[in-house]
């Protein structure tokens, strides 16, 4: 079956550098998304994309991140400035549709700012 | 404001029992409902989808009710075991593109 594949699995970076974290969604799937988990807190929406655009963001995805999908396959979320608090789980997930069709999720990468 | 609440955040039940989950919305009106399976350091599964038009939809040993009247959704494992043990999301569409998560409820079932 199809997966989301995510990388690395684990990046630790120091305060203020910039992390790109790589995603290769399942390849007929149109909708993709990044979530965070900051450890033991629930799954939060970070944005959505489609056709090369931002669909959606939420207020934690502010200035200091970006997406971008720079091919066919790969899906990238990159944090320009990390701080100690972006330090959480984040996951990639992709969908065939915009609605009523579920999230394929990765299984994450964890970040760890020092 | 916009809520989702999980009744519980961990619920302990024998193997062989009907474990029941809630999920409670405030302030939507979501168009369907979704429920993932999460283990710990994995990324979410997905389980089920029921629509708004519908009241119930099953899955072998999964069960999922969705009432929008009473903004709840209650998720059923039947006969359970404990390989069902996991952190269980509910899940529903605040926009077109935007799908948001409760908190989870941790299910544990003992031999």
């Known amino acids: 079956e199809p997966e989301v594949t995510q990388t690395p699995s684990h990046q630790v970076t120091q305060m203020g550098q910039e992390v790109i974290l790589r995603c290769v969604p399942i390849?007929?799937?149109?909708?993709f998304y990044w979530y965070r988990q900051i450890l033991g807190q629930k799954v939060e929406f970070l944005v959505s994309?489609?056709?090369?655009?931002?669909?959606?963001k939420s207020e934690i995805f502010d200035d200091q991140f970006s997406v971008e999908r720079p091919d066919g396959s790969n899906f990238t979320l990159k944090i320009r400035s990390t701080k100690l608090e972006d330090s959480a789980m984040y996951f990639c997930?992709?969908?065939?549709?915009?609605?009523?069709?579920?999230?394929?999720f990765g299984n994450g990468t964890r970040l760890t700012v020092t | 404001s916009q809520k989702i609440e999980q009744n519980s955040e961990a619920l302990n039940i024998q193997e062989g029992k009907t474990a029941t989950l809630t999920c409670n919305y405030t302030?939507?009106?979501?168009?369907?409902l979704q429920w993932y399976r999460q283990d710990p350091g994995r990324g979410p599964v997905f389980l089920l989808l029921?629509?708004?038009?519908?009241k119930e939809k099953r899955k072998e040993r999964l069960k999922v009710t969705f009432d929008t009247t009473l903004k709840q959704s209650l998720f059923h494992i039947t006969a359970s075991q404990p390989a069902d043990s996991a952190t269980y999301l509910c899940?529903?569409?605040?926009?077109?593109?935007?799908?948001?998560f409760g908190s989870g409820t941790r299910l544990s079932i003992r031999p």
């Open positions: 899940a529903l569409d605040s926009s077109a593109s935007k799908i948001i």
């Open positions: 997930a992709s969908s065939k549709m915009e609605r009523d069709s579920p999230l394929h």
């Open positions: 302030n939507y009106s979501p168009a369907y």
């Open positions: 994309f489609y056709n090369n655009e931002i669909s959606e």
């Open positions: 390849s007929n799937h149109l909708y």
């Open positions: 029921i629509r708004e038009n519908e």
